[in-house]
């Protein structure tokens, strides 16, 4: 078995920043709008006036202060409110793997390996653009890449499955050097219309470059001393998106052909699912929580990272032992973590322990336990 590092990271951030305000005044907007083309039926009691939304509570609810998109000019125009992304030819790069390129040219520079020195690649995230082919084929084609490639999606937990999966890869002697990518375009599968989440994702993709520990050279490497995988089904967040939706012409457009969550049950019964994952996995490798110098959790909510670490350290966490980057980013479902490790692990020393967590739809936890080299 060989010893597995992570030696290189990557992070592609869409150009378009975009502020709760901004959101939130699109969203009333159309809440004005129809509740106007509504008087009638609201006055008569037949139907509930839509509420307004508000900056401050999304701030307060999730800390969450603005996102990165791909367009803002759809999701902003209050006559469409989703991003407007033009089809492509299938002779130009799609749309994610472009993402997903520009992420990875990073990750291998980062590394020092060229497409050459790769024998996989795995697309994983929570939303692909097509059917088929694999987008990982197309990202492999795209860097000159050998060997294999293809997509898998454990929804935001998609980035931890991946670098188990490229582990195994590695540690078993298949692939010397695997490169693992999340190219999310959350804004394309979130409701801009719905009160209770119009605020949640983002767009951004990151990518890891992981190897054998004897043959990386590069100043920043990880080593993966073990990843720990759970799921348990539950509806509590949901996308009913698919391949037989044409089949049945009641569900098409129906809101449950995007992102719908029940926030607050997620909330109660995913951080405790999360904070126990953490414990008995560190259990198991023999390391004290309280050695542990850094946690990249997930990035959905701010006051639920604080309740995950609470759970594991028995004590409040600081931003510099769990980083908190969705302020910025919001929730960018598979890519959190990784942005949260891109951005806030070069300062460790050599020694020095963290955890990269993800949580989210199935349910779904990863966690991968990483020690600096
Ligand atoms: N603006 C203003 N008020 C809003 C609002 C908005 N956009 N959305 C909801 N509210 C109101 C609700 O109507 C409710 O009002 P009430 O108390 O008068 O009934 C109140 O705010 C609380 O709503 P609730 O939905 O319970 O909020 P919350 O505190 O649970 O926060 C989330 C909502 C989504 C931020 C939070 O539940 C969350 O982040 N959950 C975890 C989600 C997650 O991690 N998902 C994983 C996705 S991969």
Redesign the pocket.
């Known amino acids: 078995m060989h010893k597995v590092v992570i030696s290189g990271t990557g992070l592609f951030t869409p150009p378009h920043a975009v502020s709760n305000e901004a959101l939130v005044e699109v969203f009333n907007a159309f809440v004005r709008k129809h509740n106007a083309e509504h008087q009638a039926q609201i006055e008569a009691g037949a139907m509930q006036p839509l509420?307004e939304?508000?900056a401050e509570?999304?701030e307060k609810?999730?800390g969450i202060k603005q996102r990165f998109l791909m367009d803002k000019s759809g999701v902003l125009d209050p006559e469409r409110m989703k991003p407007y992304l033009p089809e492509r030819a299938n002779e130009e790069l799609s749309l994610q793997a472009e993402m997903a390129v520009a992420a990875a040219r990073q990750a291998l520079e980062a590394a020092g390996k060229r497409g050459a020195d790769i024998d996989m690649v795995i697309v994983a995230c929570s939303n692909m653009q097509r059917a088929y082919p694999a987008m990982a084929v197309e990202v492999q084609q795209a860097l000159d890449i050998q060997g294999f490639a293809f997509d898998m999606n454990v929804?935001?937990s998609s980035a931890t499955f991946g670098i188990q999966t490229a582990y195994n890869a590695i540690a078993s002697g298949q692939a010397r050097a695997v490169l693992m990518v999340n190219p999310e375009i959350c804004s394309a599968h979130l409701n801009f219309r719905d009160?209770?989440?119009?605020?949640?994702f983002g767009d951004a993709c990151t990518a890891v470059v992981l190897e054998r520990a004897e043959q990386a050279a590069s100043a920043h490497r990880y080593e993966v001393l073990g990843c720990k995988l759970a799921t348990v089904f539950s509806n509590n967040?949901r996308n009913n998106f698919g391949f037989l939706n044409r089949c049945d012409e009641t569900g098409i457009g129906q809101p449950d052909k995007l992102f719908i969550?029940q926030?607050?049950k997620?909330?109660k019964e995913?951080c405790p699912m999360v904070g126990e994952h953490i414990v008995s996995h560190l259990d198991s490798l023999g390391i004290a929580a309280g050695d542990v110098r850094r946690f990249w959790l997930h990035q959905?909510?701010l006051a639920?990272n604080q309740l995950i670490a609470r759970r594991v350290l028995g004590r409040e966490a600081d931003a510099v032992e769990a980083p908190v980057i969705l302020d910025r980013y919001a929730?960018t479902?598979s890519a959190g973590s990784i942005i949260a490790f891109h951005l806030h692990s070069h300062d460790l020393r050599s020694g020095d322990v963290g955890v990269i967590s993800s949580f989210?739809?199935g349910y779904s936890v990863g966690s991968v336990a990483l020690k600096k080299l």
């Open positions: 509420a939304s508000s509570f999304i609810a999730s929804a935001c009160r209770d989440s119009h605020f949640i967040i969550q926030g607050r997620v909330f995913v959905a909510n639920m929730n479902s989210g739809a």
